[in-house]
T-cell receptor, first 116, second 115 residues
Framework: AQTVTQSQPEMSVQEAETVTLSCTYD???????LFWYKQPPSRQMILVIR??????QNATENRFSVNFQKAAKSFSLKISDSQLGDAAMYFC?????????????FGTGTRLQVTL | DTGVSQDPRHKITKRGQNVTFRCDPI?????LYWYRQTLGQGPEFLTY????????KSRLLSDRFSAERPKGSFSTLEIQRTEQGDSAMYLC?????????????FGSGTQLSVL
């Protein structure tokens, strides 16, 4: 079974600064997808960024980028120019490429605080 | 696009009672998922539907849990004889399955407290 580990329960960043959230995972599969989701106080999970394991290029979405290290099974999220609205719980998630269902395995989350 | 809607937002019940939650997916989304999130944890997959067919159920879904999606539209999740361990947030997500690039759209969840 796949596992996802987020070792940082809480992180803090000043507005306009950069922060990196860590995620490691364990799998015996070679083809899979990785995700970062944001969960604000409204509780709705929002997709931040997605990475396909077969792609060597790191995914980027505006101020959000990932550092995907397949051999190390590491998938960190970098948030640049942090904004107050970035404050939320961030979850790393794994999905096998086998099968068609989006059965995601989530980590335990990192709470990000953004300070002035 | 009004997003995924879940009702109720909060539910408090006594142990042993039955509860039912409703999820209205984004219209025309053919897939609907249920996840459960306990305090301090990430969501865990429970079950999913493609149209009206329930295609997979997690081992987390005991016999006291039943989910339906009549006519492939809204879905209900019923928990019978609730236990304190059922206290959690129940999240619904929907998607339009066309390619492998499936994107889930989540609702805001139903927070269940079993006293």
């Amino acid at each position: 079974a796949q596992t996802v580990t987020q070792s940082q329960p809480e992180m803090s960043v000043q507005e306009a600064e950069t922060v990196t959230l860590s995620c490691t995972y364990d799998t015996s599969e070679s083809d899979y997808y990785l995700f970062w989701y944001k969960q604000p106080p409204s509780r709705q999970m929002i997709l931040v960024i997605r990475q396909e394991a077969y792609k060597q290029q790191n995914a980027t979405e505006n101020r959000f980028s990932v550092n995907f290290q397949k051999a190390a099974k590491s998938f960190s999220l970098k948030i640049s120019d942090s904004q107050l609205g970035d404050a939320a719980m961030y979850f790393c998630a794994y999905r096998s490429a086998t099968g068609t269902a989006s059965k995601l395995t989530f980590g335990t989350g990192t709470r990000l605080q953004v300070t002035l | 696009d009004t997003g995924v809607s879940q009702d109720p937002r909060h539910k408090i019940t006594k142990r042993g009672q039955n509860v039912t939650f409703r999820c209205d997916p984004i219209s025309e989304h053919n897939r609907l998922y249920w996840y459960r999130q306990t305090l301090g944890q990430g969501p865990e997959f429970l079950t999913y539907f493609q149209n009206e067919a329930q295609l997979e159920k997690s081992r987390l879904l005991s016999d006291r849990f039943s989910a339906e999606r009549p006519k492939g539209s809204f879905s209900t999740l019923e928990i019978q004889r609730t236990e304190q361990g059922d206290s959690a947030m129940y999240l619904c997500a929907s998607s339009l399955r066309v390619t492998t690039n499936e994107k889930l759209f989540f609702g805001s969840g139903t927070q269940l407290s079993v006293l």
